[in-house]
Each structure stands twice: as C-alpha cells, then as structure tokens.
C-alpha cells in the first residue's frame, strides 16, 4: 500500500503545538521513509540520473506494450529485482506502471468492476486496513465501486473486491483473504512484501499483486507504482484507467526509478551482500535497531503493548528473521481510552485506530523517520512512562 | 487542454495498415508535440537535469503551502514564463501542479461540485469539444458530475461547469464561455494559449485556468501541468483530490519542468529574442512555415476546407500575427461524409469529428509531428487531390 493520502500533510496544527511550549513535537502520522536516505547519500553517484531537455518528450513509451506509457527499462528493472528478492513471480504477469502506487489501487477498481452493474461493487478490507481505502474509494462517488468496511464482518451476496494489505498497514501482520466465498475479486497490497519489513517465505503469485517505490526504496517524491497482472484485459483496463486519469506517467521518474531498483539487485549480488552494501541488509540492519529499542522501552513499563511476530526463515537473506514492519501499531493499555490525543499531549503526533476502522485504544506511528527523530521519539516515549 | 487520452494509443489497427502496403501509414490522430524535440537538440546541455539518488524522496516538497507537493522552483518559473509572455494574470492565484493538465481537469471537476449535491453537476463545452471530455467526466460514473454534451444547447437550470478551451481543440479558435447564466462555474483550459499558436491578446484573467508543459514547451512525457486559482478553497479541494488520487506530483519532472520552463524565459530575453533563439520564434516560425504549405495545398484543389483565421496584435511578438493552430479542423467537401474513413483510406490517420460532437465531414489532424511525417502528410493530400 501506499501513503497515507488521508489528512496525512496538514501540517498547521504541528506546527501550533510546536511553537507553544519549548518540548519539540514528533510528528509520526505519515509514513514518510525519510530513513532511507543515508544509504542513497553513501551511495554517491552510483544512483545519479541525468536527462537531457531533449529526452523523452512523447507521450509514448512503447505502442506495442499493452501498457504503452510503460518504459522498458523500468518494467526490466522491476522483473529482475523481483527475481533476486524472491517476493514475486512475475513470469506471465504484466507489469502496469502508475503514479504511486495510490493510483494502481483507483486503476485496479475501475479495471475489477462493471460499468453495467445495477449497483457498485463492494470493496472491503478487514479491520485494521489502511486508513485511506474507505476515502480513496468513494471521494469520487463512483457509481461503479463503493466502500463496504470490515471484510471480516461482510455477508453481502454477489461479487466484491477484497484489498489484501500483507504485511498489513498498521499492525504488520501476514494477511490472506478474509472473505472465503466464490466472485471475490482480490487486490494484494504488498507494498511491505520486501526482507527489511517481513521474512521473505516465497514469491507471491496473486491476480493482481501492487508494489511501490516509495516503501521498498524509500523514494517517494518519484510517485512510482507498479502493478503485476495476470488477465490481460485486466492490465488493458488498468491502462485505459491511467490514460483517462493522467495520460500515462512521469517518464523521468521511471528512468530514474530504473536506475534506483538496478542498484538495489546490484547491491544485492553475492559480494555486495557480505560486505554489508546490500540495501536490504543495511535496512534490515537498521530496522531489527528500531524495533530492539522500540521493545526495550515499551517492556520496561506497563502502560503500552505492541503486537508480537513469529520468526520465519527468509529465503531472501537465509535464515530466521522476525517482522519488524515501517509501522507500529501500538496500544494504550489501562485507562487511557483515546491514546491519540493522549500522546498528542505530550506532543507525538499519531494516526488513531479509528481511521483504521478500529479502537481509539489503538495509534500507528511511523518507524520510518530520521534517525533524529526516531531516537527523540523513543525517549518521550520513556519519559512518558517514568512520569505517568 | 492535454492530449488524446481517448482511443489515441491504440496503434495496432495502423501497425497492420502499414504492414499491407509499401504506402506509409501517416498517424495524425493524436496530439504527441515531439516537433519541439529538434529545438531542444539544439540547446544542448542547457536543460540537462541531473538527479543525485538521495534527492527528493520525501513525498512533501513545502507544508506551509496549500499545495504541500507542489516544488518552490516549478512555482516559481511557472510565474516567471507567464509574466515573461504575458499570457496569464499569477498575481492572487494559488499555483497547484498537476499529472498534466488531465489530472487538474478531473481535479476541477472534483473541487467545483459539492458532495452533497442532489445531483451530479452537469459538465457542458461548446462544440467542437476536446474530444476525451466526455470519457473523463463520465468514465467513474460519478455522482458529483456527469457530462451533459454541447454547451451552446445545455438549458438545465441550476449549476453546471463549462470548459472553456482557447484557443479550442479541435478548431484553433478563441472561446468564451457559452452559456451566459448564473451559477455557472467556469474551467479556462488554456493549452495552446502560447505565441507560437495564436496572438497574445492580453494576460488571460479567470478563475480557474489550466496550463500544461506539453503544448508549451512538447515535453508530453514529463506529465506536468498546472492550474492558477484564485479561490483559496477551490486550489485546497484540488490538492485534496490529487492527494487522494496519486498523493502529489513526481518531484523528479517538477524539477525538470522548471529547468526547461527557465530556459524558455531566459531564450525569450532582449538578446536571445533578436538572435532568433527564443524559443517561442522558433515554434512560432516553424508553425507559420506549415500552415503556409498546409493551405497552399488545401487551397490547390476544391476537396478540404480548413478555418480562416483573423489575424492580431501580439503583445509577446509587438505585431500583428495569426492564428496556426497545434491541429487543422479538415473539412471534406463534395459528396464524402466520413472524411475519417476517407483519409484512412488513404492511410493517413485522423480522428473523426464525431468523437467532438461534430459532423463526420470535419477530421481533427495533428500539425505537431515530425518534419519528415508532416511532410509526407502534405504530399499525400496533394495526391489526394489530383487524384481524386
């Protein structure tokens, strides 16, 4: 899944809050994955990209793809890095490249529903699901799709679309579908199906599977998405979907996108990786970092829990590892009802469980930050603790 | 307006032309501007773009503006180019970017209609409209808007948007907004309101008006437009529904974007102008050298008609120039009633004026291709002529 469109960048009331009191305020709302940028920055030039004003000027990529916005080095890039991580099949799949990968989520609607349905299809996800599915949905009241919440509690007959987020935004758990029954069309969400969030147990092979730059390189700014489909005529929708949505997408941006997953296989090759350059070593590095501290301050007191993984073997890196997911879906325990605007009064800007369809008990906080702002975060979260 | 994001794509049916025959398929069906590409050869590196790996991963780019994606540098040309041409008031207008200008489109469209309506807000442009218009409005089935055909016979009461687009696609003339009535909500698509395609009569002054980098400058492939709003409300609902529908702008071609607009402003200067490097008297040049070889051969035989344009003082050039549209509005004469049929008769690929709301006597051509392919398109209809 992508970013967090919902009310994620109204930054006004931050910056409020920061300038009445002398205490700086952490702002963990979005999943901004700023952390990555020291390994770029290490990597030097290997990454730099350079366009000429006069490249790529047409609208068109390649007239033959079904995707015809599509460049071929991009679409080569993203089979390879598939293939060295081991999270995806992508033999007879086609790749649909889009704006984030927010819009292959619109385009896969569109594509899975029926123009001449009598009534909207239901789109579900079970709780807790990504707090910007419900408002992506239906912000355009569309007469073709329409939010229908929790998949766990939904019994409508007919057909549906199911939104499988694994490792699921928030909590960080492994998902299958929830609603077992004939005409589900399913959307699988992995946008955290990389080694850094979640052991890698064996190449996804879904209908319809979503990825985005944004999480697995921690490039945002390029909003690059890309969705591996096995129905051509779904792939042909989802395409037509973009060409009426933006006329294809930021050409720069794939190039540069190209570029950036290239070195991320490269980094991986069976040198770089003892050496410690591989970027999903270094990110898983500083992750299992994260989550020990997380742990350690969390267990010293009473007042908060965090969900518990199993380990798993990870095909990618070879041995056991443990989830350790760009989000934590943390709980208030005892009386504390509203841990948002709890934590909002000691100044930590949070998403409450209730965008996510779930207990206000509930905030997710983003691991994603800088270095800085994640050492600040985990000893306010001390101090909260020590002084309740 | 952007381009032709209706059926233009599709090149199977001209790729099995072509193959029949030793006679070229010549594909002016859609808009795709890559005339322009020599002009940028030409600059050299003075566009060039380069893009260390560790910049720009963030997805906000300034959370102090309404539009928090948007790049200060963009912002900033996006000013300098209209006061440099004249063509657009920026004072008291909120900038918002755009995945081209078709995002901003169905942006407006979200932003102008209210979620609480009854119903859904009638979309009306005179004919000949741009011919995606209706499939924009209309491919969601949403319940906010919905297309409601030809302005000049729309007479529901109530609200409703207009899209004004001047000069127009398909036709190449100046528009005013055609239904003189309350409570109309107006969307100025001002594409081709550039030098090179029609006299700048004076700085265009609306409420909401649209701008894209493709028609300016042919950089389709980078996907950047921009929209210039006064209502405060209406740039924050647009930047809502880009959030919600690819959660901002590729930063990467936002930046490339201000590096080519720069140039254009800094080619434009007293110097340059002079020198005949200005980049808009290059277009300008080598637009007026096409329309004059286009009506030499219209004007050699009694089978196509074409618009007659009033020439006018250009505020950007200081003299009286004409209109030389981005596309010819044909008409076939005489006894041919599908000139779309006729023209790929003689495999050259046009879109019908149907698909504007138009009589299928007229065909829309592109005048934006290459040298080479504009040049056989001349000679083709020459033959046309003396055959037929």
């Known amino acids: 899944m992508m970013e967090d469109a919902e009310s994620c960048f109204t930054t006004s009331s931050t910056a409020s809050l920061h300038n009445s009191t002398r205490e700086k305020v952490i702002d963990l709302d979005h999943g901004d994955p700023i952390m990555y940028e020291r390994f770029w920055r290490q990597m030097g030039d290997k990454t730099t990209i350079t366009i000429p004003g006069w490249q790529s000027m047409s609208y068109l990529s390649d007239g033959s793809n079904i995707c015809w916005f599509l460049e071929a080095e991009f679409a080569t890039e993203v089979v390879r890095l598939h293939k060295v991580v081991g999270n995806a099949v992508t033999e007879g799949r086609h790749v649909v490249v889009g704006t984030g990968s927010s819009q292959l989520i619109l385009a896969a609607l569109y594509a899975l529903s029926s123009p001449d349905a009598a009534e909207p299809i239901s789109v579900v996800s079970a709780v807790p ?133 290239k070195a991320v296989s490269e980094s991986c090759g069976e040198e770089n990786h003892k050496n410690g350059e591989s970027f999903f070593k270094y990110s898983y590095n500083l992750m299992a970092q994260r989550w020990k501290q997380l742990r350690e301050v969390v267990d010293a007191g009473d007042m908060f829990t965090i969900p518990q993984f199993s380990p798993a073997f990870c095909t990618f890196f070879g041995k056991e590892t443990e989830p350790q997911p760009a989000f934590v879906w943390l709980k208030c325990e005892g009386d504390v009802e509203d841990c948002e605007t709890f934590l909002r009064g000691h100044k930590i800007i949070t998403r409450s469980g209730t965008q996510f369809g779930a207990s206000p008990k509930y905030v997710r906080i983003s691991m994603l930050d800088t270095d800085e702002t994640f050492i600040q975060f985990i000893e306010r979260l001390s101090a909260i603790q020590e002084r309740e």
């Not at 239906?138 to 329409?146: N, T």
């Not at 409508?156 to 699921?168: A, C, F, H, Q």
């Open 129 to 261: 699901y990504y707090s910007s599915y419900p408002s992506m949905a239906d912000y355009q009241k569309s007469g073709l799709y329409q939010w229908a919440g929790d998949a766990e509690n939904f019994d409508k007959e007919g057909p549906y679309i199911e939104l499988v987020t694994s490792p699921n935004n928030p909590d960080g758990y492994r998902r299958k579908s929830m609603v077992n029954r004939n005409q589900g069309l399913l959307i699988h969400d992995l946008a955290y199906y990389w080694p850094q969030y979640t052991p890698i147990s064996s190449p996804s092979d879904h209908d319809l599977t979503l990825f985005t730059a944004s999480k697995t390189t921690g490039h945002a700014g390029m909003r690059i998405g890309w969705a591996l489909v096995k129905d051509k005529e779904v792939a042909k929708k989802m395409t037509k979907f973009i060409e009426l949505n933006t006329i294809g997408v930021s050409k720069d941006s794939q190039l540069r996108a190209a570029k950036v997953l």
